[in-house]
């Protein structure tokens, strides 16, 4: 037994012994993470064999790497490379758990366009076991540290280290060719995320994402004029007759375009603790002069917020990676609701209680067409004003009045709310509703901000009456996109 301790212990001082524990290492944490922290929709025992196997092709090439080097560099390039992808798994653990997606290079790229209130969002998605990611790192760095296993410098012979890399293409070859007799046109037609990571892995999906990028970026920069003839013959051909019965009934009229944060459609009627979580929403909702809809279906992309502003105002689709008002917002060119407005004698105004830069709105809103853009500094500031991502919306409403009330008639004025965004929280001066029992911290909070905006388009309403411009305005009110992720939705079965 002792003689097999021994044999076990030599092996893993060496090289070989020690790239073989990290990649079991790395390959059972990968796994596990698969399990536990994604929604992949693994089905059928094809499906499962894959899902274990395709994190050891891409391992195997990535930490292969440091087998062509000799020594110490060896080792610690093993350790660098680990802690790379480990923070890479790490990061996509965090951010599928609210957006059911993966992280993309356009979305990290525009990334500094929502950064602030950041960390507020990261500390509420976070779940101490995401951490155990790293244990395998730590683990391996102790086990060097304190010599349990010991560096083997002898060198490896090169033909070793390219027998690794050839074995990671081959297995990634087969974990391929399955992938598509299961799945077939994986990589060629536009399937979930979800379906790359299932089949090929998360490394996979990386190198996929970035020659996807790549290819965006070069059709973009190769893009003639003319290829918006067939877009224009497809639309003049398919172009839909305008309604008798409600076209040009609100011609003059002044607009309110009233943009409801993450509110989803089950929260109107919907009744907790006793009351009407959106009394004021109900009434409007249900009004004989409303036009509503419960049929709807979110079409956000990864631009969330963004992408339904780019849809409400230009009828265009969010991009697959990323928000098109980071990355098109300041160079292309937009026929917009408020340019359009303008050369019918409107005044355009956006309002929105945070930083001008969010979602690069100051250069977009210039592209659209826009008089004017209030944001942050244009609103009152002070102690408890702010909540998550800007003013708390009965502040921000309240302040908004003062410009609308000096904007030259007829108007399209759109105003964004934020109080009702992830992660839901807010102060208890502001509370009356308690929280549901779901048991889901993350979603826990809802009802009482979703409480909150209605309270506030109730106000909103009040002044409309008071100072008379309910007369002749229109309103539109819409959700953005959803509040509550998929990953979420189990635990409101019961309500």
Do not use: C
Not at 244 to 260: D, E, M, P, Q, R
Not at 308 to 323: D, I, Q, R, T, V
């Amino acid at each position: 037994m002792k003689q097999f301790g021994a044999k076990i212990q030599s092996f893993f001082n060496s090289r070989l012994g020690f790239f073989v524990l990290a990649i079991a290492l790395f390959w059972g944490k990968t796994y596990w993470a698969y399990q536990t922290k994604f929604n992949l929709g693994v089905a059928g025992s094809m499906q499962d064999f894959l899902l274990a196997l395709n994190p050891i092709p891409t391992t195997l090439l990535l930490f292969g790497i440091a087998l062509y080097m000799n020594g110490r560099k060896s080792y610690i390039t093993m350790l660098i490379i680990d802690a790379i992808t480990t923070t890479w798994l790490f990061a996509n653990i965090l951010y599928y758990r609210e957006f059911s997606d993966f992280l993309t290079f356009t979305l990290i790229k525009g990334s500094g366009a929502v950064s602030n209130n950041l960390s507020k969002g990261i500390l509420g998605i976070l779940n101490p076991t995401d951490f155990l990611v790293f244990a395998d790192v730590i683990l391996l760095i102790l086990l060097l540290s304190f010599k349990v296993i010991r560096m083997d410098i002898r060198p490896i012979k090169k033909r070793f280290a390219i027998g690794v890399s050839l074995l990671a293409a081959l297995l990634f070859g087969a974990n391929l060719s399955m992938a598509y007799s299961d799945r077939s046109g994986l990589l060629t037609r536009t399937f979930d995320n979800n379906y790359i990571v299932k089949y090929l892995g998360l490394n996979a999906y990386t190198v996929v994402d970035g020659v996807k990028t790549a290819k965006n970026s070069a059709v973009k920069a190769n893009a003639k004029a003319s290829d918006i003839n067939s877009v224009l013959s497809y639309l003049n051909k398919n172009r839909t007759t305008p309604s008798v019965t409600y076209s040009g009934v609100a011609k003059g009229k002044n607009v309110f375009v009233i943009h409801l944060e993450s509110l989803q459609q089950f929260i109107i009627d919907f009744k907790w603790d006793g009351q009407e979580v959106t009394p004021n929403l109900n009434k409007l909702y249900h009004d004989q002069n409303t036009l509503s809809f419960d049929n709807f279906y979110n079409q956000v992309g990864q631009g969330k917020t963004a992408d339904a502003e780019m849809m409400l105002e230009n009828s265009l689709f969010g991009l697959p990676e990323g928000s098109a008002m980071v990355t098109d917002g300041t160079s292309n060119t937009f026929q917009a609701v408020p340019a359009i407005l303008d050369e019918q004698g409107y005044t355009t105004a956006a309002f929105h209680g945070d930083v001008p830069s969010f979602w690069n709105r100051d250069n977009t809103y210039k592209s659209w067409g826009y008089d004017y853009y209030f944001s942050k500094e244009y609103f009152s500031s002070g102690k408890n004003y702010d909540v998550g991502y800007g003013l708390k919306d009965k502040i921000f409403l309240k302040d908004s009045a003062k410009y609308i009330e000096q904007l030259p008639q007829p108007f399209y004025a759109k105003l964004i709310t934020v109080t009702n965004h992830y992660p839901y929280t807010l102060d208890k001066a502001n509370t009356s509703i308690k929280q549901t029992d779901t048991g889901d911290d993350t979603v826990d909070g809802y009802v009482q901000t979703a409480k909150y905006l209605d309270q506030a388009i109730g106000e909103l309403m009040t002044w409309l009456k008071t100072s008379g411009l309910d007369k002749n305005s229109m309103l539109v009110l819409y959700g953005d996109h959803y509040g509550i992720s998929g990953n979420h939705k189990r635990r409101w079965q019961s309500y």
